[in-house]
């Protein structure tokens, strides 16, 4: 028999009764659609949260933290160490210290964290500004919104005017040359600075400056860098870890949160799917009973197909080609109607978000190859629900299907 | 072609298992039909008409005997070999009409061909000239439940014909038709044989079909009998018991 009259036998069985077609198809279209609906809001919210995590290029950077720094009073020799580690391209360096300020002419002054460093690392960081710029020059710094908000001050009218900064700046972190006192483990030291931009919240007033800033406070050393290696390749940047490790520092790398936020999210993930398993469950039972009382139905036809030559594997793969039919057609409508249902709440919220002037929102993502997957998925469901039917067609007597009634 | 032995089954048993007992169905059957043959199987009911056909077509597996059709033993064959061999040397003609239900007439017809492997549009093609040959063309694209149980016999006739095989079986193909429709049947086998050389076996309850016979088989208590006059006489008890039934 041809597999395109064996195509066409099948449909044609399964659309001689419509409704029950109808409603069969419904059942398994709903089944998937939910597992697509709910897995799909896991990969979303997963996308949202890394999204905010990280930039693209976060994958190819290492991190030095501060604290072993701090330790090693880390200066221009270890980033040299650390450039000669295989695949390193760029080391760069930033500081951070406490301190206080206040607008020039101002009496108040406010505790401020500042950060000094290269304009990679801020890139590397992926801090911009919300206005302005960022900070250039060494008389130039950004403030961060915490300040304006703290002080009830328009961001925009704190660019252009000039801040005086007292830095505390821990000893360890100046030249010998500077260190007046050796029983005092902080220097103050003093500069102004011209405001070039605000940057988003920080959670505390924080000031960004660059790097070359920090020269009129007398800094020589550094508190983190970032690392730039040539690839993300998981193996590369294990190995450019290893070197920075060898040299006694110690590393963080972004891809460890990420792996970490991929972990809660694949159990997320899975507990949402295994509420949609539920409904096509429930919809393969569906299919499973249609299948068998179509059987009963057709056991004359069966009869006389079998008693007309039909053979065994042929009667096989008409009731396993009616099943995939249904659980295809059911898996293809239910994965377009779950990524539409998500699709036009991503729409809703995005509306919502333009309205209220904030970035557009996506919580439905549905990857490719998790559509993919599922399409599969439904047809080894369709192949399970159609087997015990297939297998009662094969094994039924041709005279006894003929004398059925 | 004359006198070649198209069907030899040679001391055929069947014993069905009922559980609590058995029952010898037939008991060391042996005939032999030939290429020009319409052979008629009868006899009273339960004496194993129908046992012997669907043992003679590769559906009834004997217990002893073997049935070898133009020298291939049937039961030497696996169940798909038979299967194959079934759809391509024996039409089959059904007491009561089967069909797909799915599917109009023509390609209910088309069917055996089909099932062969046959392209759709030729079988198609094929199963127009076989429907026009018994007249029903007009109801090609009909549903066969939507035709009267004469004309669904002639389709089936049609179907057990349009892959052109050796030996045309039809186990009471006029059992429930009116006596008009049954002679049309009958009519149809009949010019089949002797006009297109096809080689019948049919099995009916009905004498008056027995002149049309060059080959009769009476059978009795699961075996031939080798008094036709006794055979006859019991289905002749057995009609006039039915009609003594239907007067009252």
Partial sequence: ?405 | MTHETVIKIDRVSKEFDLGLSKYQALREVSVEIEATDFAIIYGPSGCGKSTLLNTMTGLEEPTAGSVNVRGTNLYSLSENERSQFRAAKFGIVFQQPLWVKAFDLIHNVALPLLLNGANEQKAIQKAAEALEEVDLLKFSKHKPAEMSGGQQQKAGLARALIHNPWILVADEPTGNLDTHSADEVMGLLNKLNKYHRRTIVMVTHNLAYLPMASKKIAMRDGTTAENALDVNKLIRNEYQTVLGKEAK
């Fill in chain 1, 1 to 405: 028999m041809k597999l395109k009259f064996l195509l066409k036998f099948a449909i044609l069985n399964f659309w001689s009764h419509k409704m029950r077609a109808i409603l069969t198809v419904a059942a398994v279209t709903i089944g998937v659609a939910a597992i697509i609906f709910l897995v799909s809001l896991g990969f979303g919210l997963e996308h949202l949260v890394t999204q905010q995590v990280v930039n693209f290029e976060a994958f190819s950077i290492v991190d030095v933290p501060s604290a072993s720094l701090k330790t090693l009073g880390v200066g221009q020799s270890i980033i040299d160490k650390i450039k000669a580690v295989p695949h390193v391209v760029e080391v760069e360096p930033a500081v951070s210290f406490a301190g206080r300020f206040k607008v020039t002419g101002s009496d108040n002054s406010t505790e401020v964290v500042a950060n000094a460093a290269t304009q990679r690392y801020y890139e590397f960081s992926s801090l911009a500004t919300e206005n302005g710029a960022m900070p250039q020059g060494e008389n130039e710094v950004a403030i961060s919104a915490d300040y304006p908000k703290l002080v009830n001050l328009d961001e925009k009218s704190l660019i252009g005017k000039s801040i005086d900064l007292e830095a505390i700046i821990p000893q360890e972190y100046l030249p010998r040359d500077e260190i007046v006192d050796p029983d005092k483990k902080v220097a103050l030291e003093t500069g102004s600075y011209k405001v070039v931009g605000i940057v988003p919240s920080q959670n505390t007033p924080t000031i960004i400056m660059n790097l070359s800033g920090t020269k009129k406070l007398k800094v020589i050393q550094y508190t983190s860098l970032k690392v730039k290696s040539d690839s993300s390749d998981t193996t590369v940047i294990q190995e450019v870890r290893k070197g920075i490790e060898n040299i006694g520092m110690s590393t963080e790398y972004v891809g460890d949160t990420i792996a970490q936020i991929t972990q809660v999210f694949s159990v997320f993930r899975v507990i949402l799917g295994l509420f949609g398993l539920i409904a096509l469950i429930v919809a393969a039972i569906g299919t499973f009973n249609t299948l068998t009382i179509s059987l009963l139905e057709r056991l004359r036809e069966i009869g006389l197909l079998k008693a007309l030559g039909m053979t065994s594997p042929n009667i096989y793969r008409l009731f396993i080609t009616e099943s995939l039919f249904i659980s295809f057609s059911g898996g293809i409508l239910g994965i377009i109607l779950g990524t539409g249902v998500g699709q036009a709440i991503n729409y809703v919220l995005s509306y919502m978000a333009r309205q209220a002037h904030v970035d557009k929102v996506a919580i439905f993502t549905t990857p490719i190859t998790f559509g993919i997957g599922v399409a599969i998925f439904s047809l080894l469901v369709g192949f399970l629900t159609g087997w015990y039917p297939a297998r009662r067609a094969v094994r039924t007597n041709a005279l006894d299907a003929l004398r059925y009634e």
